[in-house]
């Protein structure tokens, strides 16, 4: 992209609508982002009015909860872009909380894994016992 239409990108801006229906969101999730201090429109009298640093919070946003952060580590990660250690601190940080979604997620994995071989395993025994009680009404 050349830089003249970078800083024209730089410079859209967006309303509640346009981010609604990019994004397949509701107008009421987007201000409830807001609200939680994520996105920080502008105003044109009563009209909100997003730049396109908010259009690129709202997907990290959206992208964080695909991936099972809570809002409050979303907001922990995007918010260290605008401080120091800027972004070198905002990957490492990410990279961190990969690393600890990756844990749980394992260990989940393994949960459900063995909570299958349980609920096999019971099966099995309620199949054996029910074909036993239905040989002994012959």
Do not use: H, W
């Not at 429109?41 to 009015?49: H, S, Y």
């Not at 908010?54 to 959206?62: E, H, N, P, S, V």
């Not at 393994?110 to 019971?122: G, N, Q, S």
Request: charged residues 35%; aromatic residues 6%.
């Amino acid at each position: 992209m050349k830089a003249a239409a970078k800083v024209r990108e730089a410079e859209r801006t967006y309303s509640i609508t346009d981010l609604a229906q990019e994004f397949d969101l509701t107008t009421r999730a987007i201000r409830f982002y807001e609200d939680q201090g994520l996105l920080t429109p502008g105003r044109r009298g009563q009209t909100r009015v997003y730049a396109a640093r908010d259009r690129t919070r709202l997907k990290l946003i959206l992208r964080g909860k695909r991936l099972g952060f809570s809002l409050g580590e979303v907001r922990e990660m995007i918010d260290m872009y605008d401080t120091a250690p800027g972004e070198k601190g905002q990957l490492a940080l990410f990279l961190r909380k990969i690393a600890e979604r990756r844990a749980v997620l394992k260990q989940q994995q393994a949960d459900i894994a063995v909570t299958l071989e349980e609920l096999e395993a019971v099966e099995s025994r309620c199949r054996e016992r029910l074909a036993e009680l239905d040989g002994r009404k012959r």
